[in-house]
């Protein structure tokens, strides 16, 4: 019998082959193609083609009892490849544990890791000079370690923050750090006791929302079967510390305990949100598979084979665990659904929160995505009827939203000085009163972004691009100022053309630069530094974490990270010491991404019995995205944000697609990105699909990563289906002229144009 076989390759088609016997859709078999060996996945019937002679034999059916990928999942992979325009090959390989589709199978290496711990502290500044003096690096590896949580393994030192061997042997021979070997852990969740589940009574603004979900769910069935068919996705928005987490467990108490089906719950990153699966596991303990980046492909398929055998029912997890082979899925949640991180970067970039109502749809799931500052589209989904919208107007117990106080950039100069500081004076002396205090505070610095703007030190200006309202990159090998919407260029400024001022800013301040000021400014607070740099090994988020929990650190300094579902009652004060680097991303989301930022990490402060205030630091006081989040109103923002995207039209009111042509030489990316967007045009034309428009091609915002020149163009249209389809034309005939090293990528719905 001749069967069609999906294979995980970047080619956009599948590949027919002879199987002994029949094989049903979804199962797994090894294949030659070429010289190479793969495995892929039966998809349907073979053509009955007429060259039949040159058709292979497939080398082995793998699975033998059940398919491994359902057909619920099947269905949903193939909604997948066919929107992202995607391999069905290379979607199945996204949605499987990697031991599946691997032809041979990894030995899991030995799990432990050589690492650098502090031994002896350094409480005062003087001591670190004296003990140092000019070894510099020593000094930064040492306070790389204490921010890490006084421990770091040692390729991460090495590897990733250039630390030399020397260097890390001069803190052991000075007696302050010393080498061991650590067992790594992998799965802190299995060795956790989960703490009893908390008994509330509901607000009654919970019960309201439980109750709608739970009506919702009488009579349905997947679509296409006899009955109704799935109810609608509800859009929670509930403030900070309004307690979604408790309508969560509320609808899976239901879906899980009372009708005995599974569940999905996604959350952005497990290891940022330990406090959420605990509060999981304490209600549903082992009928819950934590489905996270520590777990070794052995536990991964293990979690995965537990799901797919109704052992365990509700599958936790970030962004992949949307594809959690869970059968008979009652419910999908998905917390803070407006996180980008929810998109993934590579092949197939898929989106996990749109994955999720769809294959809530396909399977008569209901479907609860929850935010304080849900995504522009979510919201825009309620406006027209597709989303039903529940809200948490206010926190639980009465407790008030944080006061929120801006602080004006452009006037924040030294005492006495024209120097321009990091850290306010009012900031400053909130902090000095939390240590006074025993209370604790959180720092947010702001990443520079890795496109450069240009901004006014003087009256906050940015320069815009008229025409998109996205602020121009600065390309300082081309001393170009850029718009990556419309492709606009223009020099770069010498003077300020709404002051006149000359005092121009380039470059935001780095987070480096921030940490000595904090550092040197509380020479006797406690501080930990959680990012991605610093935070190596995957658990000493967990490990931080901790620590600030248990009270044992004063000051936590973070990246965006740190605005993310923490719920600590300890912290009283939250402090940002730049709202600006993300109000200037060239990006049409950059308010929706400021007013998002401070409106989470002002959450964080004040969950406790006594009241949180906020300091927020910009030179941009006026902007409408301060201004509200200032007032925590999201749906005042809201109105200006959905009207400031009518012209020019952006998402959520029209659909986008990124096209990025990349390759090592300059010269011929730039000739294929004409040429592929020349050919889209005349395509365009010939189809009629005028819905369509194309925008560039242009060098992309980052105009080179790892040694490949990258350019770019748009093509955005109102009609889904009329930009889905040219999408496919331009995947499935278009091939760039010129050099194989050449790809192209076409990213749907895009969430950075970076
Ligand atoms: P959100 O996710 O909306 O920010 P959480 O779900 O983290 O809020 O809840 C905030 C805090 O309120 C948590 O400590 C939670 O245990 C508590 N909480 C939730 N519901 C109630 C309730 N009905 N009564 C009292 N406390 C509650
Ligand atoms: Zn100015
Ligand atoms: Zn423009």
Known sequence: MLVEVALPVPVPRTFTYRVPDSAAEGTRVRVQLGKRRLIGWVVGLGDTNPEVDRVRDVDEVLDDAEPSVARDLLQLCRWIADYYVTPLGVVLRAALPAVLSQPARPVPPVRTLRVLRLVRELPTLEQREELFGRAHRQRECYEALEAAGGESDVSHLVDRLSFSDPVLRGLVNKGLAEFIERRLERDPFATMD????????????????????GASMANIAPEGTNGTRAPKPFLLRGVT????????????????????KGAIVLVPEIALTPQTVSRFRSFFGDDVAVLHSGLSDGERFDAWRALRLGRKRIAIGARSAVFAPVP??????VDEEHESTYKQSEAPRYHAREVAVVRARLTGAVCVLGSATPAMESLYNTGSGKYTLLELPERVEGRPLPAVHVIDLRRAFRAGTRERVILSDPLVTAIHDRLARAEQTILLLNRRGYATFVQCRDCGEVWLCKQCNVSLTFHRARRRLVCHYCFHEEPPPSHCHHCGSGDLSFRGVGTEQVEREVADTFPAARIARMDVDTTSARWSHHEILGRVERREVDILLGTQMIAKGLDFPGVTLVGVVNADVAMNLPDFRAGERTFQLLTQVAGRAGRGDRAGVVFVQTALPQHYAIRCALEHDYHGFARLELNERKKPRYPPHTRLANVIVSGTDERSVQDAAIDAASWVTQTIGRTGARAVTLTGPAPCPIDKIRARWRWHFLLRSDRSGALGSICRILHTRYRPPGKASLRMIIDRDPVTLL
């Open 194 to 213: 989960p703490a009893p589940p908390p008994r509330f009574a509901l607000t009654s603004a919970q019960r309201e929302a439980v109750a709608r979900i």
């Open 328 to 333: 008979d899925l009652g419910a999908i949640i």
């Open 241 to 260: 510390g309004s307690g979604k987490t408790l309508v969560y467990i509320e609808v899976l108490q239901e879906v899980v305990r009372r009708q005995g």
